[in-house]
């Protein structure tokens, strides 16, 4: 199966939906090129005027058993012709409970898990920060720069992944601190990649924790196992292990992110799981229904003790996302995982051939289908190219291809996890096509 374009892009159906788009939704958003949907199937996708596509964004991440999975249809259709609410927060109903304890089960370390249901990503990392806040009884987060955790003040107040994203909606949540991330393709302030993880954490140590945030006054510092919307960045091995035994001295808790990374895209459950440090909460969205809207806060028995009361939400674990939720995790658990490996290797050393024969790829990395392709000005200097990145999403769209970026200056491949080895390598040509145009 191949891409097929018909009509001029955006076509003429997609046209008039551009249009009244553009006067009645939110100018926020934004559209790196004008994809209207009509349907998709596993990693294909069409649009309105009956074009067809290879998908390799999954919706940002999220639809992971790929486009409409005739069983997540099948558990949603099913469970909506039940019940579509009934308020999880205030009654009960079998299957709420039947995936808090699959959460707990698949969660690193022992089953001792309790889980608080919302519905999306922001929600899970609100109720996290909050729970840290409940439990400790103190006031400071910790968060990396150009870390992303949401939109809503008080994970938007750990957000610093683009200025546009904060200015303007100060003040923010008092008392966050952010610390240098350890990017090893950039390091910050030119730290040689070999002494990354001693530097940065000897600056935590001996000047974030001497000056600014007095250990006994932090509640938790979050993390996102690969860094997301920053640009797709993997962490050397070493750090969250070293950074883990840091915290631990302290009392602060691990809040590990996985909204982005989390529900099989690097090839295992959690992308932590990499990284072998269990996190005191895991907190998870996208991926983990298929689509439908759905988030959890995932934390240690002893540490989810707050009160009835504390927090609480109409919608969050919703019945139909929640039965598009257990199917999902089955078909993660049954096989996708698995390929998301396999395929992410494929894809990833397709990517690496491009890499040698194109200057302007400066960087390939990732963890299985969490790849990034960093465009550069210069392989030296390693001065980011987003307006060439731009033009390669573009380009790609035009040949039937959709990726997005991330960060200043990455393509973002972000497959649903169902692709398979010819998906791979037409996207792979396609995507070469593209870079031989520039
Ligand atoms: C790591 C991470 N955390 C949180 C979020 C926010 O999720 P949502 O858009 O569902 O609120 C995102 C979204 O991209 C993310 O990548």
């Given amino acids: 199966m191949r891409p097929e374009i018909r009509t001029e892009l955006p076509g003429p159906k997609a046209k008039e939906v551009l249009e009244r788009d553009s006067k009645y939704v939110s100018p926020a958003y934004t559209r790196s090129y004008p994809f209207v949907m009509d349907k998709g199937q596993g990693a294909w996708v069409w649009d309105i005027d009956g074009n067809k596509f290879l998908d390799m964004t999954a919706g940002i991440a999220v639809t992971?058993?790929?486009?409409?999975?005739?069983?997540?249809v099948k558990a949603v259709k099913e469970q909506?012709?039940?019940f579509l609410h009934m308020a999880g927060a205030d009654f009960y109903y079998e299957n709420q409970?039947?995936?808090?304890?699959?959460?707990?089960?698949?969660?690193?370390g022992a089953k001792n898990r309790r889980v608080f249901f919302a519905n999306s990503g922001t929600e899970a990392n609100e109720a996290a920060l909050k729970l840290a806040r409940y439990h400790t009884k103190r006031p400071i987060y910790l968060a990396f720069?150009?870390?992303?955790?949401?939109?809503?003040?008080?994970?938007?107040?750990?957000?610093?992944?683009?200025?546009?994203?904060?200015?303007?909606?100060?003040?923010?949540?008092?008392?966050?601190?952010?610390?240098?991330?350890?990017?090893?393709y950039r390091p910050p302030f030119g730290i040689?990649?070999?002494k990354l993880t001693d530097t940065i954490l000897d600056f935590l140590e001996n000047t974030v924790f001497k000056t600014v945030a007095p250990p006994e006054d932090v509640a938790a510092f979050i993390i996102e196992p690969v860094q997301g919307e920053g640009g797709y960045v993997?962490?050397?091995?070493?750090?969250?292990?070293?950074?883990?035994?840091?915290?631990?001295?302290?009392?602060?808790l691990f809040i590990d992110d996985e909204v982005q990374a989390g529900m099989g895209r690097t090839g295992r459950m959690f992308a932590i799981e990499h990284f072998g440090v269990i996190p005191d909460v895991i907190t998870?969205?996208?991926?983990?229904?298929?689509?439908?809207?759905?988030?959890?806060?995932i934390a240690k028995t002893s540490l989810m003790n707050w009160e009835p009361g504390s927090h609480s939400s109409t919608f969050g674990g919703n019945p139909v996302a929640i039965a598009a939720s257990l199917k999902t995790i089955e078909l993660l658990e049954n096989g996708l995982i698995e390929n998301a490996a396999k395929m992410g290797e494929k894809l990833k050393n397709g990517l690496k051939e491009l890499q040698e024969r194109f200057e302007f790829i400066g960087d390939v990395r990732?963890?299985?289908?969490?790849?990034?392709?960093?465009?550069?000005?210069?392989?030296?200097?390693?001065?980011?190219d987003g307006k060439l990145r731009d033009k390669i999403v573009y380009k790609c769209y035009e040949k039937g291809l959709l990726t997005l970026g991330a960060g200043e200056s990455v393509v973002r491949w972000s497959p649903p996890l169902v692709i398979n080895e010819e998906e791979v390598s037409v996207a792979l040509e396609i995507f070469e096509d593209v870079l031989k145009s520039i």
């Fill in 64 to 72: 992971n058993t790929g486009h409409a999975h005739p069983e997540v």
């Fill in 80 to 82: 909506a012709e039940k």
């Fill in 97 to 108: 409970t039947l995936l808090a304890e699959k959460l707990a089960e698949i969660a690193p």
């Fill in 145 to 184: 720069y150009k870390a992303f955790h949401g939109r809503s003040f008080g994970s938007l107040s750990l957000t610093a992944s683009k200025a546009v994203q904060r200015r303007y909606y100060a003040p923010m949540v008092p008392q966050v601190v952010h610390v240098p991330f350890p990017d090893p």
């Fill in 192 to 194: 040689h990649p070999d």
């Fill in 234 to 252: 993997v962490p050397p091995a070493d750090f969250y292990p070293r950074l883990y035994e840091i915290l631990k001295k302290y009392d602060i």
């Fill in 284 to 297: 998870v969205a996208k991926g983990i229904a298929s689509g439908l809207p759905l988030g959890a806060a």
């Fill in 366 to 384: 990732g963890l299985g289908l969490m790849l990034g392709v960093d465009i550069v000005k210069d392989r030296e200097t390693k001065e980011p």
